[in-house]
């Protein structure tokens, strides 16, 4: 779940830098300070999602890149695409690490 969390926010980081690129040439410098801000929240974010706060920063990040989308139009897309790959990853890792901790658990049976 960390692993596949810790992508989509890289990635979004990435995104979000080439937004800035778009945005630098038709609004003002604190629409760019703002998205530089939430590309580097991306990065930090993706680097601490041990603990449960980090899952909720991380969720509030993907609206304020869906958000972005009122100065860059086509995060409106890319926000909807990253909103469905966070979740995504959330069910996913989720349904991993269930697998996982049977595993090791011994809760599959080897054959003889």
Same mark, same amino acid.
């Given at each position: 779940?960390?692993?596949?969390?810790?992508?989509?926010?890289a990635m979004e980081s990435l995104v979000m830098g080439f937004a800035l690129l778009l945005?630098?040439?038709?609004?003002?410098?604190?629409? &760019?300070?703002?998205?530089? /801000?939430?590309?580097?929240?991306?990065? !930090?974010? =993706?680097?601490? +999602?041990? $603990?449960?706060?980090?899952?909720?920063?991380?969720?509030?990040?993907?609206?304020?890149?869906?958000?972005?989308?009122?100065?860059?139009?086509?995060?409106?897309?890319?926000?909807?695409?990253?909103?469905?790959?966070? &979740?995504?990853?959330?069910? /996913?890792?989720?349904?991993?690490?269930? !697998?996982? =901790?049977?595993? +090791?658990? $011994?809760?599959?049976?080897?054959?003889?």
């Open positions: 779940m960390k692993v596949l969390g810790a992508s989509v926010l945005a630098g040439k038709s609004h003002s410098s604190s629409v &760019i300070i703002f998205g530089g /801000v939430v590309a580097i929240l991306f990065m !930090a974010v =993706a680097g601490t +999602l041990r $603990g449960k706060w980090a899952w909720i920063v991380g969720s509030i990040l993907q609206l304020v890149l869906f958000a972005y989308g009122f100065f860059v139009t086509t995060m409106f897309f890319l926000g909807l695409l990253f909103g469905g790959l966070w &979740i995504a990853a959330i069910v /996913v890792g989720r349904k991993g690490e269930a !697998a996982r =901790a049977s595993l +090791l658990k $011994g809760g599959v049976s080897k054959p003889q």
